[in-house]
């Protein structure tokens, strides 16, 4: 007969299951951080939304827009 242990130990199954548990449990992860360090994480994804692929392939263009998103992030802080 049909055996569910054997469905749910499929790999891309197991996959999809985590990756859905994560898809549940990141949001609450988000609600619970502390609004400071919330703050801080939106202004890195900020910085680092910036790089596209190109950039990646292009070393120097990546350490220039690095160095460009550690500036950023020093002005900031001297700002506070």
């Known amino acids: 007969g049909f055996q569910w242990s054997s469905l749910l130990m ?3 199954m197991i ?3 985590i990756t859905g ?3 549940f449990i990141m949001p609450k ?3 619970n951080m502390d609004p400071e360090e919330l703050k801080k ?3 890195m994804q900020a ?3 910036s790089l596209s692929f190109s ?3 292009n070393p120097e263009k990546l350490k220039e827009k ?3 998103a550690q500036l950023e992030a020093k002005k900031s802080k001297k700002a506070k």
């Open 55 to 57: 950039d990646l392939l």
């Open 66 to 68: 690095q160095a460009q």
């Open 15 to 17: 996959m999809m299951l």
């Open 10 to 12: 499929n790999p891309m």
């Open 29 to 31: 992860m988000m609600a």
């Open 47 to 49: 910085a680092q939304g």
């Open 21 to 23: 548990g994560i898809m």
């Open 41 to 43: 994480m939106q202004e």
